[in-house]
């Protein structure tokens, strides 16, 4: 059976809609091509799968009201009391431009706060998520908890100017060095650098190169300088045991006796 092309269709409906020798037949033969027309258009403008985003061109037949003839809602903030809203999603890579923000923050996480000068990101419970393997140049979190030096590889807690690979407190307060050696500070006598929680002014300090002290209720009692000797009731030990006191016996020697002891 022969076919017949749409454009021939439609030069023949055309030819025979404008025929002025046929009147009747030409009204008919119109009103069914309109309808053909009407038929063909409206099976090509299917609708979209999805509502438009922002920038996307519009198909010139959707109308109010069709499936997924719209615009996807922006989503946006504000900070402050001039608070926006809106619905949405970002579905592609977000970017926060401008000029400085003084005094707001973003929160990435569960809405836990209702003042206006917090941005909620997500309505996840997790606060942040970090795949792949970041690297950061430096970070400092609030202030001087916790510092990395990405220039020396030093990190620090409690100081923004760390000495060693790990340093607590102030430079000098508590490190580890790269050879993993635990360093303390010098100390004094009534503030012992290894000392203990309840009894913070007596334990084991150095008063110089070479020099090892103990202390007990804030006070130096042994010292052994850079020779080995040791004293007692003196900084400078004239032997290799040092006795000088001002109150009681020098040296009690027990002979395991109680008769039987040297004093000096």
Sequence with gaps: ???????????????????????????????????????????????????????????????????????????????????FSGTGSFTTTASI????????SFIIGANTLTTAEWAYLDGQDQAIKITSSPTFAGLTI????????ST??????????PSYLLSVGSSSQFGVDSSGFALLPQ???????????SDTNTGLWSSGADILNLSTGGSERVRINSNGSVGSGTTEPGAKLDVDGTTGN???????????????
């Design 1 to 83: 059976m022969p076919q017949l092309s749409f454009e021939k269709f439609k030069n023949f409906l055309l030819n025979r809609t404008f025929n002025p020798k046929s009147v009747g037949s030409s009204i008919i033969t119109g009103l069914v091509a309109a309808g053909i027309f009407s038929f063909v258009l409206y099976t090509f403008a299917t609708p979209p799968s999805s509502p438009y985003s922002l920038g996307e061109t519009l198909n010139p037949t959707c109308a109010p009201g069709d499936t997924n003839c719209t615009v996807i809602t922006p989503a946006y903030f504000a900070f402050g009391s001039n608070n």
């Design 152 to 161: 020396n590889n030093f990190v620090g807690i409690g100081t923004t100017s």
């Design 187 to 197: 100390g004094l006598a009534g503030t012992p650098s290894l000392t203990f929680a």
């Design 142 to 149: 609030d202030t001087n908890t916790l510092y990395i030096d």
């Design 97 to 104: 431009s401008g000029g400085a923000i003084t005094g707001t």
């Design 250 to 264: 020098g040296i009690l020697i027990d002979m395991n006796s109680d008769n039987n002891h040297l004093v000096f």
